[in-house]
């Protein structure tokens, strides 16, 4: 996949800032860089949406009920796979077998989200995002991933009321880009759409890769999920089960040009100049007196 990095969204910009044809091109370009980068807006209040017209099927005691017993189901039919993975993860690596991460859910309420653990543990933490390659992911890690198994214990949360199947993605708190009155879940719309997203990332440079998933990432997703949950209904969370389940199976080779389409559309209404309205000239008149002659009345522009 060719890199795209913000010189492609806003070239421009990135060619006046960048110093190219100049002497020093390359030292210039990066200082230019990051400036740029450190003078986009960070995530503020105004960054985050507020979900608050949520289709009364979202909300609805039917659709938790729902979810819980298909959770309930799904534990105990995928049990053998969980043993397999817990296994795989214990002794392809050292550390535990489940990771947990404080997440953002409902309201604003942080809890802790279930996962099986597919990376190393690292001393200092390291990145936030992961792109595809990091020298993090262990052997076993990256089968779990390809088929998205890591994320199987989640059915746990549904069954703890946080999350829900269907719902926005919960994030890190510092990655939320939607207060939701409603769970967040196992799958949505932005989660298929960016079901490469690792292997999306790849291609942006990575001094930018934490700026242009806060600019555009984060708030793409944020969008496809807002117009979703305004209009869920029992239907369409039956047709996103379904294609996350087919996607899982038999989507591991899907094409990148979704999420590229995506963040394509978003960067094009974030950049577009905004409509100018005509500007209108009224004439002013202005009293001149001219010695000997009765003053005149003269329009001036």
């Not at 190393?120 to 595809?132: D, K, L, N, R, Y």
Request: hydrophobic residues 45%; glycine residues 8%.
């Amino acid at each position: 996949m060719s890199s795209l990095s913000f010189d492609d969204l806003f070239p421009s910009e990135s060619r006046n800032s960048s110093g190219e044809g100049s002497p020093g091109a390359p030292a210039a370009h990066a200082r230019g860089t990051a400036d740029q980068r450190r003078a986009q807006p960070r995530p503020a209040a105004a960054s985050v949406r507020t979900l608050t017209e949520a289709s009364p099927w979202v909300l609805s005691l039917t659709r938790r009920c729902l979810d819980c017993a298909v959770a309930l189901v799904a534990l105990i039919a995928l049990a053998p796979l969980l043993l397999l993975a817990a296994v795989l993860v214990r002794f392809g690596s050292r550390g535990p077998v489940l990771f947990r991460q404080r997440r953002m859910g409902r309201n604003g309420r942080e809890f802790t989200l279930y996962k099986f653990r597919s990376m190393t543990e690292s001393v200092g933490g390291g990145a936030s995002i992961t792109v595809a390659g990091d020298v993090r992911i262990t052997p076993a890690g990256a089968l779990l991933r390809r088929f998205k198994l890591d994320e199987i214990p989640q059915f746990w949360n549904v069954l703890r009321g946080d999350m829900g199947l269907v719902g926005p993605r919960p994030k890190l708190p510092r990655h939320e880009g939607l207060h939701l009155n409603c769970r967040p879940g196992i799958t949505g719309v932005a989660t298929l759409a960016f079901r490469r997203e690792e292997e999306f990332l790849a291609g942006i440079p990575a001094h930018e890769i934490e700026a242009f998933y806060e600019l555009f990432i984060k708030p793409a997703k944020a969008k496809m999920d807002l117009e979703y949950m305004r209009t869920a209904t029992f239907s369409s969370d039956l047709r996103l089960l379904w294609n996350t389940a087919a996607s899982c199976l038999f989507g591991a080779d899907e094409s990148l040009a979704v999420p590229a389409e995506v963040i394509g559309q978003y960067a094009a209404e974030k950049v577009a100049p905004p409509k100018k309205e005509p500007i209108l000239i009224t004439p002013r008149l202005v009293v001149r007196e001219t010695p000997g002659r009765a003053a005149s009345l003269t329009p001036e522009m």
